[in-house]
């Protein structure tokens, strides 16, 4: 068995359900490798991602913990024997793993929901307004750290799955960059915003209920809602939160913002407005 040194988010979050199904069936690793025939040792990998594990083990252990959703396990399954490799593993070394972990989720999500505060979403984000942001950051980038990061953020805007934005007035009237940045930035968000799969809603400073609306955070939607994702920005990279409890906090979260939002067609007048200020 060869260990992984730096597992993915997805092979991590793989190694967490099977380490909740077992916990939820009363038995502690040492009584699972047994069920498998394989030395503790092997199972304590296989339950912190250092190890891979077949499709066959995979629905041995779902039926030794009593695990009767078929869908869950297929999705279990899919996870574990997967061994695509992405277009964003030209970036591995280059960039920080968040940014790459970021990537595989996204590829693999069925939806994605973002609340913005203070930046546009990245994922709608023009050139020159990115190198913006990143040029802001501490401690500064390299001339090379800066065209992977923006190259990287370009690629990762190919997605074709629904998405849905709701970003507050003050991330749209930050000038991130100058005057120009700032316009051709609206004038980018008045096009996406018209893409059939990209929903893009304001939050106003007069709109009332603020208060819902006051962490960002993006919702990458799973095969399955048990396996959804929370990506929050922390000091050092990206907190990826999995739990059922806070999961539904942030669903919870993700519709109260909605609802104090403006429609899609309101936003787009919004935003029409507000550009015309630039």
């Known amino acids: 068995m060869v260990k992984r040194r730096e597992p993915t988010a997805r092979q991590l979050r793989l190694a967490t359900e ?20 394989v030395a503790p040792a092997q199972m304590t990998h296989i339950e912190s991602a250092l190890a891979g594990v077949s499709e066959q ?5 779902a039926a ?42 996204e590829h693999h999500a069925r939806f994605l929901r973002h609340v913005a505060i203070l930046y546009v979403p990245g994922l709608l984000q023009t050139e020159e307004y990115s ?11 390299t001339p090379e750290e800066l065209e992977l990061r923006i190259r990287h953020r370009k690629a990762r805007q190919r997605f074709t799955i629904p998405y849905e934005a709701v970003i507050h007035e003050a991330a749209l009237r930050i000038r991130v960059g100058d005057r120009a940045t700032s316009r051709a930035q609206l004038s980018r968000l008045l096009e996406l915003s018209e893409a059939d799969h990209i929903t893009v809603r304001v939050i106003p400073f007069d709109l009332d209920g603020f208060a819902s609306a006051s962490s960002a955070m993006t919702y ?59």
């Not at 083990?57 to 252990?61: I, M």
Request: charged share 30%; with cysteine.
């Open 18 to 37: 099977l380490r909740r199904l077992r916990e939820a069936a009363g038995l502690n690793s040492r009584q699972a490798a047994a069920l498998l025939g």
């Open 220 to 278: 990458v939607g799973g095969p399955l809602p048990k396996l959804d994702t929370v990506v929050r920005d922390a000091l050092h990279g990206s907190a990826f939160i999995d739990s059922e409890a806070q999961l539904n906090t942030y669903r919870t979260s993700f519709r109260k913002v909605e609802a104090v939002s403006l429609d899609p067609g309101q936003s787009r007048d919004f935003i029409r407005r507000l550009a015309k200020e630039f």
């Open 131 to 141: 190198r913006a942001v990143f040029s802001a950051r501490l401690p500064e980038l």
């Open 64 to 105: 030794h913990y009593a695990c009767t959703d078929e869908g869950f396990v297929d999705a279990l399954v899919a996870m574990a024997v997967e061994r695509s490799n992405g277009w964003w593993e030209e970036y591995r070394g280059l960039l920080p793993t968040s940014f790459l972990d970021l990537s595989e989720l």
């Open 57 to 61: 083990r995979v629905r041995r252990l």
